[in-house]
């Protein structure tokens, strides 16, 4: 019998999304191709590492460093910026609030970055925060942050003197000390009291400039002023305006480095920080280095072949044109590449810079264009869009590139995608459990949104800032989840659930007739000394309509639940996959549909023991073959199909612990006799 054999003799199974006919698979959840070569494997699950389960009011993550920054002595440790700072104190110990006084709080989608070193060889850190910047430099103090580094203490001044020496006054209490520095920006009428002056102090709201003289044109009004030397504690501060309230971007560049950070359409860099008594001037920064057009704002910054690469979305929305930078910083020479297809996330791998658009393509820098060289299923072939990463949510190793997903189209599962570099595969590594002590569910299918991804240097340890709903029922759990640590690995596990499906195999005759499958398969051992787990086949050969719609079901009991929407175009025997919620990442098939404004479904398997609250899902045409695979011994198992003689044919593998796919076959039966 003649027949089709997935993967071929070079033992590569190859995703594919360019279309359903082409490769191997086109779509995965929670499997690896990559713990050996030529079998299918389930990935180590993700779960809670420290999150709002154990700190409350915890968020998601949205920026990682691997720093030294509170004591040069000190071990190495992961800082993350949620809604404040979080810091280990050391490899494997969970997240816990930074008490270093003036630590930043109320922090929302804000950056962390080390911005150089001390002279005693610890990190400078500094975090974005709102409109400012705060900072932390150990050589300057072991206990205390710099709170409003960027602009110092700002306050709005109400008039000034005619008079020398000038006397200013402010719209309230200034704070200021005599022998603080401050500079003055656009105050009218009497302009000779704008620029950097030292202050002596009158009182709570009254300072005079020394050595200023007087315009002479009358008193002076409006205008900002910003403390630049706190003269009580030794403290310089750069003394700009406030930033705007947008995300903002850093990176450090170069070895001195600078600070480059990103405000809205303007680049802004702080020269190297060097020492403790660093005065701020002209020089250490520049204020709107570069200024982009007005109608953009920056998303990402990267820093590759030495030069700058900032990523620039437009305002229109994330569909409309958008622009790569290239700037040349030694230089000061800007290039521009626009990107037709919308917005992009960069990152950098094997020292140049790609992107990931939001048409789904990763797409790599040749000198003058982006050239795509792997694409996300459905995005490319349907012309969708996808849900773009966070700007700090992909991570790269020596072999690897991880990208933090979420997808709301019930098209694809969210979580860790994975793209091997010498394969040249793209497929979901792995999603993220909602629970790290108790089996609720296999693996998220969607996010409420995503963060930062970082990876472990040396290791296959992956630290995902992540919000999603907490079982369906209102609640959310957000903050850092992990991948990769022997916490989560799932041979400890019998419960793990992944699946892939198949191209569509096309027919070669309109009259072949498909006959059976032969799953190649292994079986390994887990802790406790047991095989167990399953191989469960399905197959369809005619497309769902409306098959990622999504629903709303509540668990009634292990085998049923309700539904208040109707449910068109659903059969008895069509597959339900749990999306979100209790049992999320599993698949059952209908056995009944009672009711009617409200209707009950039974499904032939209980996914959990006693599962409870919502969950969304969807239906899909998949039909369960029979015998499921629960031998780990006899190494492969013939499964007759139906009798089929569509023009194609679909297959859908589902891996419930305990086994590898090694190799399938399809036969098929040529030039039958069709019946009239």
């Not at 979901?428 to 991804?453: H, I, M, P, R, W």
């Not at 390994?524 to 709303?552: C, E, H, M, P, W």
Request: aromatic residues 12%.
């Amino acid at each position: 019998m003649p027949k089709i054999t997935f993967p071929g003799k070079d033992k590569k199974w190859v995703p594919n999304y360019l279309g359903e006919f082409y490769g191997h698979i086109i779509n995965s959840s929670n499997i690896r191709l990559n713990s050996r070569q030529g079998f299918i494997s389930l990935s180590p699950k993700g779960v809670p590492y420290t999150t709002s389960d154990d700190v409350a009011n915890m968020t998601k993550g949205t920026g990682m460093v691997y720093s030294n920054y509170d004591n040069v002595a000190s071990t190495y440790k992961h800082v993350t910026v949620c809604e404040k700072v979080y810091k280990t104190s050391g490899s494997g110990a969970q997240f816990a609030a930074d008490s270093l006084t003036g630590s930043p709080t109320s922090l929302s989608d804000d950056e962390i970055v080390v911005h150089g070193k001390t002279a005693a060889g610890s990190d400078i850190l500094v975090v974005s925060k709102g409109t400012n910047l705060n900072r932390f430099n150990y050589e300057l103090s072991s206990t205390t942050w710099v709170t409003n580094w960027w602009t110092g203490l700002q306050k709005t001044i109400t008039s000034s003197t005619d008079a020398t020496p000038i006397v200013v006054l402010t719209s309230g209490a200034h704070g200021y000390s005599s022998g603080d520095k401050v500079v003055i920006r656009n105050h009218a009428t009497n302009i000779n009291a704008n620029g950097d002056w030292t202050i002596t102090v009158t009182d709570s709201t009254h300072f005079s400039l020394d050595g200023s003289t007087a315009t002479g044109g009358g008193a002076g009004s409006g205008g900002t002023v910003n403390r630049t030397f706190d003269t009580s504690n030794t403290l310089y501060y750069l003394g700009q305006l406030p930033l705007n309230s947008v995300a903002h971007p850093m990176i450090s560049f170069g070895n001195s480095p600078f600070l480059i950070i990103g405000d809205k359409n303007l680049l802004h860099s702080i020269n190297t920080p060097g020492t403790a008594a660093l005065p701020a001037s002209d020089v250490d920064v520049r204020n709107s280095r570069v200024i982009f057009k007005p109608d953009y704002t920056i998303n990402w910054i990267r820093t590759a072949n030495d030069k700058i690469y900032v990523g620039l979305k437009n305002d229109r929305g994330d569909n409309f044109p958008s622009i790569v930078a290239e700037y040349d910083i030694l230089n000061e020479v800007v290039r521009e590449i626009r990107i037709e297809e919308g917005t992009t996330i960069g990152f950098v791998s094997n020292g140049n810079i790609h992107i990931i658009d939001i048409k789904g393509q990763l797409r790599e820098y040749s000198g003058s264009t982006f050239n795509p060289y792997a694409f996300f299923p459905y995005a490319f072939f349907t012309g969708s869009s996808i849900t773009l990463p966070h700007r700090n949510g992909i991570a790269v190793s020596d072999k690897n590139i991880y990208l933090l997903i979420n997808d709301s189209s019930f098209r694809i599962s969210a979580g860790v995608w994975i793209y091997e570099k010498e394969l040249q595969r793209l497929y979901e590594y792995t999603s993220f459990s909602q629970s790290k002590t108790s089996l609720k569910d296999f693996g998220a299918g969607t996010f409420n949104s995503t963060g930062v991804l970082f990876s472990l240097s040396g290791t296959d340890i992956l630290f995902a800032g992540l919000s999603m709903d907490k079982f369906y029922a209102g609640a959310q759990i957000a903050g850092i989840f992990v991948v990769g640590t022997s916490s989560n690995d799932f041979s400890g596990d019998t419960t793990p659930r992944g699946r892939f499906v198949t191209s569509k195999l096309n027919s070669e005759e309109i009259d072949n007739f498909w006959r059976n499958i032969l799953v190649k398969y292994s079986g390994y051992q887990i802790t406790g000394g047991a095989y167990t787990g399953s191989i469960v086949v399905k197959y369809r050969s005619t497309d769902k309509v409306n098959s990622a719609i999504g629903f709303l079901g509540t668990w009634a009991s292990s085998t049923t639940f309700t539904v208040v929407s109707a449910l068109t175009n659903i059969s008895v025997g069509d597959e339900v996959n749990i999306w979100s919620g209790q049992g999320s990442n599993a698949t059952a098939h209908i056995v009944s549909i009672t009711g009617s404004s409200t209707k009950t479904v039974t499904i032939d398997e209980a996914i959990l023991a006693s599962p409870s609250g919502d969950f969304s899902f969807t239906v899909e045409n998949w039909k369960k073959l029979t015998p499921s695979i629960t031998s780990n011994s006899k190494g492969y198992e013939l499964i007759d199909l139906p009798e089929t003689s569509n023009d194609w044919i679909q297959f859908k593998i589902e891996l419930r612990a305990g086994f590898e796919i090694e190799e399938l076959q399809f036969g098929f039966q040529i030039n039958l006799p069709v019946e009239r």
